[in-house]
C-alpha cells in the first residue's frame, strides 16, 4: 500500500497565513500584488510537489510490475464525503492518469477495473458476496468459509483478480449452501 502523503495539510497553515495577510491588504495596492503572489507560491508548491510524488510512485509501481490494475473509483462522489480533503490532497486520478501512461510508454498491461465490482464485499478466498458494509469496517469475517479478512487487502486480491481473469468471482450464498458435501450434484 501506498501512504497519503497529504502535501496540502502539510502547507496549511503557512497557506492560512498567506491568505489571512493578502485579506488585509487594500484592493489594487502593489502589496496586495505581492501578498497574491505568494499565496500563489504556496499552491504551487504543493501542485508541484503532489506531480513529483505521484510520477515517481508511477514510475515505480510500472518499473517493477509487468502488469498494474487499478479501481476506477468515483473521485468527485467521494470528494462530497467528509473525506472531501484528504480525498481531494491525494491527487488519485492524476496518480492513476500517470501510471496509464507510463505503463503504455514502458510496455506494461494496465487495466482498470469498474467502479460497480464489489471488490470489498466478496470473499478472496470462496467467493462469496458477503453483501455492503460501512466505511468504517476495516474487517470482516466472510460467513461461508470463515476466513477473516482486512478490507483493503481483500480488495486487492479481488482487484488482481479482475484485472487477469476479467471478473470477480463470485457466488451467491444460495448456490453455496446447496452444493454437496461430497462435490457431486
Aim: one cysteine or more.
Amino acid at each position: 500500500m501506498i501512504g497519503n502523503p497529504r502535501f496540502m495539510r502539510a502547507k496549511e497553515r503557512k497557506l492560512a497565513r498567506a491568505q489571512r495577510a493578502l485579506s488585509r491588504k487594500q484592493k489594487g495596492s502593489a502589496n496586495r500584488a505581492k501578498a497574491r503572489k505568494r499565496v500563489a507560491a504556496v499552491h504551487r508548491k504543493v501542485r508541484e510537489s503532489r506531480l513529483d510524488h505521484a510520477h515517481k510512485t508511477a514510475l515505480r509501481l510500472v518499473r517493477d510490475n509487468q502488469a498494474v490494475y487499478a479501481e476506477d473509483l468515483c473521485v468527485s462522489g467521494l470528494a462530497r464525503t467528509r473525506l472531501a480533503k484528504s480525498v481531494h490532497d491525494a491527487g488519485w486520478s492524476q496518480l492513476v492518469r500517470l501510471i496509464e501512461e507510463k505503463a503504455v510508454q514502458y510496455g506494461r498491461t494496465f487495466a482498470r477495473i469498474g467502479r460497480f465490482e464489489p471488490t470489498s464485499q466478496v470473499c478472496s478466498a470462496c467467493g462469496v458476496k458477503d453483501g455492503p458494509k460501512p466505511l468504517h469496517v476495516r474487517q470482516w469475517t466472510c460467513a461461508a468459509c470463515g476466513t477473516i479478512h482486512d478490507r483493503d487487502v481483500n480488495a486487492a486480491k479481488n482487484i488482481l483478480a479482475a484485472g487477469a481473469g476479467g471478473q470477480v468471482k463470485r457466488l451467491s450464498r444460495e448456490r453455496k449452501t446447496r452444493a454437496c458435501p461430497g462435490g457431486s450434484r
